[in-house]
């Protein structure tokens, strides 16, 4: 059986030899184009320093310098596809910038641009890259025409410095940052079964008739309706209002649905309240819902009223739980979940 020539792998490189494989010459045309694209990325970076060092005192200096890391992040991107194809170096993409940042406002948004390692190591990836890119050309255009026996080696010498500078400067921060893609996916499918599990046994354990009516009702109706039947259950009047335009992925629906659910048994069993409300609304990508009541206040988290075991549920998916209950009241309990959509969610599934 034969093989065909493939990829090599970057950490066991086919030795070099005398003749000029396609390998050889992909090396050779990627140390050529060192020059041009290292003059581009020094460029590219004096002039995001020395405009955003500039203007930082200014309103608009520091988000241009975030746009320059932005935009040294994506220089750097092109340049981890150029070493990857005539190279065989096969880096990871770093995560995107700002994730879990998109809903807290600007000056958090604009720190966390500022403080990207990904986007200052390009930087730095650009600025030593012209030296270095000067002398790759000219050693190997005259290797070209004086030491043509041994160019391979030449070549191969070099390009090993290639190699790891983009494996050093242009990789993921660390390895926890190489598995946040993963994980990201992984929850989802993980969030989607803990979600079948939980309406499982939810059916399993509350064996009323009224009980396996109100799951039935938020599978086919969604939130609004299932959340103004448990609202009804209530021994206190709760107004429920739910703004949301579409449907989320089931299994963020289900937990909503639950959370809501055991909040509203909290004010039934501790609160002394004499009215209750649930909102729920959507703010970007994300599912938020506050249950507020006018009862005597004092709930807290280490409290023994289920709170804790609210907050971890969130806290696994990636959502926040906030309680703020003063000794005397109101109380209000705040949750906030990823919003995924229902479509997405129904495919990744399937």
């Known amino acids: 059986m034969t093989m065909s020539p493939s990829l090599p792998d970057p950490d066991r490189l086919p030795p ?17 184009a060192n020059l041009p694209v290292a003059v581009v990325g020094f460029v590219y970076t004096v002039a995001v320093i020395g405009v955003g060092a500039g203007l930082s005192v200014t309103v608009i200096g520091l988000p241009l310098l975030v746009g ?32 879990g940042h998109r ?4 000056f958090v948004r604009l720190w966390a641009g500022l403080k990207d390692p990904v986007g200052w190591r390009a930087l730095l990836y650009g600025f030593i890259r012209l030296p270095w890119g000067v002398l790759t050309f000219a050693v190997t255009l005259v290797s070209l025409f004086v030491l043509w026996p041994v160019l391979p080696f030449i ?23 190489r598995r946040i893609a993963e994980l990201e996916s992984d929850r989802g499918v993980v969030v989607d079964t803990a979600a079948a599990d939980l ?20 599978t086919d109706r969604g939130l609004d309706a ?7 259950r209530c021994t206190v009047p709760v107004k429920v209002s739910v703004g949301l335009r579409g449907r989320p992925a089931e299994a963020i629906e289900g937990i909503a649905y639950f959370t809501v659910s055991e909040l509203l048994q909290n ?33 807290r988290l280490d409290g023994g009223s289920g709170l804790a075991g609210l907050a971890e549920r969130l806290d696994a998916v990636d959502g926040v739980f906030v309680v703020d209950s003063p000794e005397g009241g109101p109380t209000t309990v705040t949750a906030e979940l990823p919003w995924r959509d229902r479509t997405v969610a129904s495919a990744r599934t399937a």
């Open 16 to 32: 070099a030899r005398f003749a000029l494989d396609r390998w050889t010459w992909r090396e050779i045309a990627y140390l050529l």
């Open 68 to 99: 320059g890391l932005q935009g040294a992040r994506l220089l750097g991107g092109l340049e981890r596809r150029r070493a990857r194809w005539m190279l065989g170096v096969r880096v990871e993409e770093p995560s995107p910038l700002g994730r």
């Open 103 to 106: 809903d807290q406002g600007f």
């Open 155 to 177: 070549a191969r010498g070099l390009t090993t410095v290639d190699r790891a500078m983009v494996r050093g400067l242009l990789s993921p921060s660390d390895e926890l940052e």
């Open 199 to 218: 309406r499982r046994i939810e059916r399993d354990l509350h064996d009323g008739a009224q009980a396996r009516l109100v799951p039935a009702v938020l």
């Open 226 to 232: 299932a959340l103004s039947a448990i609202a009804s």
């Open 267 to 299: 004010v039934s069993k501790h609160s002394g309240a004499r009215s209750a409300s649930v909102e729920v609304w959507r703010s970007g990508d994300r599912l938020l819902l506050q249950v507020t009541d006018d009862g005597g206040g004092g709930a």
